[in-house]
């Protein structure tokens, strides 16, 4: 008697369980900002058109791993925040829905596609940053050129995301690459090699590992540091004076999508001037001009990149990082 | 008497002839059903992996083991790999031992409070160690600070302390248990006769519990190369075949290479499996039958007693303290920064979403685990058909399998339509189900074992049909075996990252790879604090599941089966 009672308990419990809940609108979405953007994002458009939005965090180069392996199957409705080589990867592969978005008329060309594949939603870059505290005690100002940081004596002292993770690295090399050319652009990376602690898996990681003075300077995206200075780390940022790369946080409507409509809004939505100020508040820099919280009125300095090129390299490029770079062997 | 049968059988309507036929044959449809069940989910998916790793663009091809082969930083993976594998395992073995012996053997006063210690970290992601190594050694840590040190944490030392930190209570499980059941009055004769402390453990305690300690020598070591959270976390430059295999997969996407990857590292797994299985043949002389019995302690020698509880202490201080530090980093918003308690991490909506989710994961896994297993037992003890043992070898393989190669193949063979389950609870929890089914196959196993066939064949003799039989007669037998696979499935699974990190889907993320993200990602506070939740939550999970058992009358089966 008594074990057909659990036996029933239990099956009670397992069909609740594996039914979950079902809600009004949803729509699942690959988001690649950091963790409390992805949350910002998707309150913002909770708020405004009553669209729940269910976001894994992942990294810009993980979003595009996942997005290869699952095509033409996706698990998401939506990609919302991928970096550019995922966007124009996507486009050529057709696994978009094009949607030409009236609410995005009067952009600048180069945060969308003229077919409406994909919207760039906000422009980042990449800073240097570095602790004050810990700077203050070894007496080191910041750094004033990328140069700069060949110094030996920052040697395990630097932080930098790893481009086989991370697609904000893949736009840092691939910057400098393009700053020195091939040569001495691979010469500059070995290098500052032999300064860097280690690579990190996530862009935004040196920000919080050098703002909690594990270590004293990071090459990082630029979209938490403004946050990360509001919550009271010790953090100085700076951009050399050779300038920055840039990349694009892109919005797709994924192929296979059931939930079309509610897609379209979402691009809509994200046209709209209430969502570049949202953006710029961040720090980033937006289709539709509005204050920017991180750098003001003048706009960074930028190096001169071909983001199409940046995407076709990667493999080629991650290739040689893995024979050039140095990896500690026990 | 021949034609006495046959006209019985004549007599017979037709209806109990195929009552009579499902009564002999029903074992082995079940053997069957159960069988494509294994195939289709544990070999299927190792098969994809194997075959991505020899097919190329252009069919098949042998390049990516070239490229794996020829390329420095693959090698350096590998060895790194198998190193760290073996460190890990002798150094959890010794401190496994120290603490099983001394919550056996040792003072009675000690035995509970390091039993507890040793069992907690089971309930706690392995990857919380790595939070509490940075918290207080990292370069800007507590303890680095306070005495101005300069020392490497991120780098294979790192990755060796929190991953040895991280799987003692695994050790230490498996070889309380194998004491446990090891009768004392053995070593308690020779005590008497005047043997002292270190001939016993040299020439009884230790060959008797060999069969123990090597089968937890190829979980741990198992465990160790295939779980990446703290090689991710703090394993800085130097390279691990499972993170590397995870940036393989989910930052090149590479899923060719990873492949490969995958295939060196299940190599040496099975290469021990194997051995272990040699091994043993004929040797399983580990008291099953009987209670366990708590010995009486002795007065243990002095040269064995300090060093074991130096070890001992160590060991269980280091875990209490690394527990008590992510407790104190999760009331801190910025660790090291401002010194202001908050409670905002707990407050964490998506955090509590994601538990929610491994709890349902877990639960759903922990069911279907468990009734397999029982099932999976009965047919490999009782059947009689062609190919017991291979399904014995498949059911148990799970102890040799990397989790990390089971998450990429679940991912290669279940992507795709028609047998797209990618996306949802199901894929989570059948990967967990089969992940960690030898556990309770084995607790079943070793249950039937016990009863002899005759009780089962008295009830078909006296005219029970097989369903019957199974259900009044084997079932109550066997459910301290289904305890046992619920309660390991649940507590692994939830807890466990190595497989799933690859299977999350937006909308459905599980607690450990959350915590997993904010650690990677830096962010301490929210880390620590999910992991305390988790903790809880598990904690608050395991008494009720206790609570339960003992009202069933099945408390001593119970903790014999957490132990398996």
Known sequence: MKRKLIAF?????????LAGSAMAEEINAYMGTSPDNNAKIAQFIKDKTGITVNQTFQSFGEIEARMKAEAPNFNADMT??????TGFLAKKSGWTVPYV??????????????????????????????NKDRLAKAGYAMPTSWKDL????????????SPLSSGTANQMRFSFLALYGDDEGWKFLEALDKNIAYYTRSGNAPTDLVGRGEFMLGLTSDENVKKRLDDGYPLIWTIPKEGTGYDGTFALI??????????????????TPEFSELMAAIGYVTPRPAPNALYGKTLPKYIKLDLGKASDDKAKNNDIWKQKLRTDFK | MATVELSLKLQASSGSKIKDFLNANLINILAAFLFLLLAFFLLYPIIAVLLKSFRGPSGFTLQYYQNFFSKNYYYQSLYNTLLLGV???????????CLAYMTTRGPWILRKPLKIISLVPLIAPPYLFALSLIILFGRNGLITKMFDLHWQLYGFGGVVISQTLAFIPLAYMMIENTLMSLNPNLEESAYDMGASEATILRTITIPLLAPGLLKAAL?????????????AILGGRTPFLAPDTYTMITGESDFNMGSVLSVVMIAPCILIFFIHNYLLEGKQFTTIGGKP?????????????????????????????????????????????????????????????????????????????????VLLAYVIVRGKFFGRTFIEMVSLSGFALPGTVLGIGYLLAFSAPPLKLTGGIMILALNCVFRFLAVGVEAGISKLHQIHIEIEEASADLGASFLTTFYKIVLPIMFPAFIAGFIYTFMTAIVSLSAVVFLVSPGFDLAAVKIFDAAVYGEIGIASATTMKLVLIVMICMLILNFISNKTRLGSSMKKSAAV
């Not at chain 2, 198992?222 to 703290?230: K, L, R, S």
């Open chain 1, 9 to 17: 308990v239990v099956a009670a419990i397992f069909s609740v369980l």
């Open chain 1, 80 to 85: 919302i925040g991928c970096g550019s080589s």
């Open chain 1, 101 to 130: 978005s009236p609410a995005w008329k009067g952009v600048p060309e180069v945060f969308l596609d003229p077919q409406g594949n994909w919207y760039n939603f906000s422009n980042f870059s990449f800073v240097l940053v570095g």
């Open chain 1, 150 to 161: 060949l110094d030996p004596k920052w040697k395990g002292e630097i932080l930098m995301p």
């Open chain 1, 254 to 271: 994924l192929k296979g999508t059931k939930k079309l409509d509610a897609c379209k809004k979402i691009i809509d939505l994200l046209g």
């Open chain 2, 87 to 97: 460190i890990n395992t002798v150094v959890c073995l010794v401190i496994g031992f």
């Open chain 2, 219 to 231: 979980l741990i070591f198992v465990m160790t190369i295939a779980e990446f959270g703290n090689a």
């Open chain 2, 293 to 373: 019995v708590a010995s009486e302690p002795r007065k243990i020698t002095p040269l064995i007693q300090v060093p074991f509880m130096i070890i001992t202490t160590v060991a269980a201080g280091a875990i209490f303290v690394c527990f008590a530090v992510v407790f104190a980093a999760s009331f801190y918003k910025i660790l090291g920064v401002t010194h202001n308690i908050v409670l905002s991490n707990y407050l964490d909506f998506t955090s509590n979403q994601a538990i929610y989710n491994s709890i349902r994961v877990s639960f759903v896994a922990a069911v279907i685990g468990a009734i397999i297993g």
